[in-house]
């Protein structure tokens, strides 16, 4: 993939790589890198515009996909002097109805994230009012759309992409030429929400948006979409036709649109998911397989069955000149797929393993599972968990963050009575029970007594999964990571103090094997920055610790997606007694059963899913002409 030095519009469909898109769009390695480029270019634009002693109106929109742009241009502001004196900023939307005070609103979340830190005048901001009456909301909508053309249009539009398609909040169904109105929010856009409003019941029903047509009266427009959660979505987006079903669709009409995206979030795109079909392909091993897999799937046969003009008619001709034929390419990439699967994850004593995923020796291995919260080292590994275990390895499981905010207050106070019961006089169980009990919406930050109570809640219930599974208490480790610990779903930003905790574990430990959640759909997400962690803890010790040669790191998925069969490098098989084993230890994690407060948009709860999904990769495997198993657990490796 080409490095991108900037978002500069391009037109589509002039080149073989981009014939099936119809968005201009540039794909970066990762979402900060990409911030910046999108920063930059709003930086840009509003220094123009001083130089032409001309305003500059910028459309601007919330959630987590903005971000990053808005702290780089805070750190614009403070360290290179870039003023805001002549900007201009009308927001997308607003939740209805919602007061400016409330943490939840976008206002809020404005001033929070860029308003507060940076000279731009307070009359200059204009953020749909989500407490006007409904007899006034008609007019003010109008109103709303008169400021815009008053102050000449908007220069620049950011924009988000929810998994209906919707840009704003013009849900499914919104008409092209619509204006700023009220509108009703879609189910899966509020189970989307649902994580900053603790539970979906809290999640507006309503809101107010700039219509369509406000959005693509922009001048420029930039789309942002991370994570491999927005990928589906993006593609249909980029490849599919015009629909009021996908309301982002309407921004092909556009003439300077680009979206600005992840790799994760490309990794459905046709050229990033079959290269093969667009343009002559350097075949390295990993595409072939990916290729291969592509190529069963399609045929719905099995591996060995393929024949060259299954390759020939599905434009793979070009791999079979470098293999020679069908028959010599299948046993290859079977043998490859079939040299996966082991039930030794931590390597089996005394055998070759010049074919194995992992080292024969040493026979008994250190190994750290790390956790980002206190249930995930179950649900994504549970049944390697217990082969580790089994199997005689040194494991100890760490969990990074004490993940009390997932603790409901209904399962805190329910805990808190039971105390009282024992202790009548305790003036903490006491305020926790008052202070519970008076909470009102959402927008309360839980005290501290409250957030240990739900954090003690989360590691009885570790303690119990791991004791079930063989693991002595003295190898359960929670470092309750600073950056996790604000008592509100913003987090903070990651600091040396993070990392120097993760380098004092590892550094105690001295592992041989190193298991992680490489479950990155959302990039802001609490999985993704322990493992953002992680990743900075052994670039600072790699090399000066003489014990990380010999370290070697698997990532894991699991609770809310898998690894593609061309992705996996280590796939540990269950019997259907060790499904069950992983099922029970699940269950002591009993404050993430039954209406589970982040259950994302799956309403399957976590055992159930990753059963489901664990039995899904042991079938594909099936398919592929390998061995039948009740279910299989994934990994991929990690060089560093």
């Known amino acids: 993939m080409l490095k991108q030095t900037k978002t500069t519009y391009q037109q589509v469909g002039q080149f073989e790589d981009t014939r099936y898109e119809k968005i201009h769009n540039v794909t970066y390695h990762s979402s900060h890198e990409a911030s910046k480029f999108v920063a930059q270019e709003i930086a840009d634009l509003i220094r123009q515009k001083q130089n032409e002693n001309k305003n500059c109106v910028l459309g601007l929109a919330t959630g987590s996909s903005p971000i990053k742009v808005y702290e780089e241009l805070v750190r614009m502001h403070n360290e290179e002097g870039l003023s805001f004196e002549n900007v201009i900023t009308f927001n997308l939307d607003e939740y209805y109805s919602m007061d400016k005070s409330n943490i939840q609103s976008y206002f809020y979340f404005m001033h929070e994230h860029l308003f507060n830190h940076v000279d731009i005048l307070s009359e200059n901001i204009n953020i749909p009012d989500g407490t006007v009456s409904l007899d006034d909301l008609y007019q003010y909508c109008i109103d709303y ?11 620049f539009q950011l924009l988000g992409i929810g998994r209906t398609g919707h840009i704003g909040f013009n849900e499914p169904g ?62 249909e987006t980029i490849e599919g036709g015009i629909s009021s079903q996908v309301p982002a669709t ?71 000149t470098i293999e020679g034929t069908a028959y010599d390419l299948n046993i290859k990439m079977f043998n490859k797929l079939q040299q996966t699967i082991t039930g030794w994850p931590g390597g089996k004593p005394n055998a070759d393993d010049t074919h194995r995923p992992e080292r024969a020796t040493p026979n008994k291995k250190r190994v750290v599972i790390f956790s980002p919260h206190p249930d995930d080292d179950v649900i994504s590994m549970g049944g ?55 909470k009102k919406g959402n927008d309360i930050i839980d005290s501290l007594d409250v957030r240990q109570l739900k954090g003690a809640i ?108 061309d992705e996996i490098e280590m796939a540990v098989p269950m019997s259907p007694d060790q499904v069950l084993k992983k099922r029970h230890a699940i269950f002591y994690h009993q404050s993430q059963k039954d209406g589970v407060m982040f259950q994302g948009g799956d309403s399957r709860e976590f055992w159930v899913r990753v059963e489901d999904r664990n039995r899904l990769t042991a079938k594909k495997y099936n398919d592929f002409g390998l061995a039948d198993y009740a279910a299989i657990e994934a990994f991929k490796r990690y060089r560093f």
């Open 145 to 155: 759309e008169m400021r815009i053309k008053k102050v000449g249009g908007l220069d």
């Open 174 to 235: 919104s008409h092209v030429n619509s204006g700023t109105r009220i509108i009703t929010l879609n189910h899966i856009t509020r189970v989307d929400a649902a994580p900053a409003f603790l539970e979906i019941k809290n999640v507006p029903r309503k809101a107010i948006t700039m219509g369509i047509g406000t959005v693509k009266s922009a001048k420029r427009i930039v789309l942002l979409a991370w994570g491999s959660n927005k990928s589906e979505i993006i593609k």
């Open 250 to 320: 309407y921004l092909q009409e556009h003439n300077n649109t680009t979206f600005v995206i992840d790799e994760a979030a490309a990794s459905k795109l046709t050229r990033t998911e079959t290269p093969w079909l667009v343009t002559s392909c350097v075949w390295d091993d990993r595409l072939k397989l990916k290729a291969v897999v592509w190529l069963s799937n399609l045929m719905n046969k099995s591996i060995l069955k393929l024949t060259d003009s299954d390759y020939n008619d599905n434009g793979m001709s070009g791999l079979l």
């Open 384 to 438: 390697t968990f217990d082969r580790l275990v089994e199997q005689g390895h040194d494991v100890h499981v760490v969990y990074q963050t004490s993940g009390n905010i997932a603790v409901s207050d209904e399962e805190a106070l329910k805990f808190a009575e039971i105390s009282k019961g024992f202790s009548t006089n305790s003036e903490k169980i006491n305020n926790i029970i008052s202070f519970i009990k008076s």
């Open 458 to 565: 989360r590691k009885s219930e570790s303690l119990a999964a791991t004791r079930y599974l063989g693991l002595p208490d003295k190898n359960v480790h929670f470092l309750n990571l600073p950056f996790y610990e604000t008592g509100t779903i913003k987090k903070g930003n990651l600091t040396q103090e993070d990392i120097d905790i993760m380098i004092s574990l590892i550094d105690s430990v001295k592992p041989h094997q190193i298991y992680a959640a490489g479950d990155l759909a959302d990039p802001h997400g609490t999985h993704k920055v322990c493992l953002d962690a992680l990743f900075m803890a052994l670039e600072e010790i790699k090399s000066e610790k003489k014990y990380m040669k010999d370290c070697w790191v698997w990532l894991y998925r699991g609770a809310w997606h898998e690894w593609e069969p």
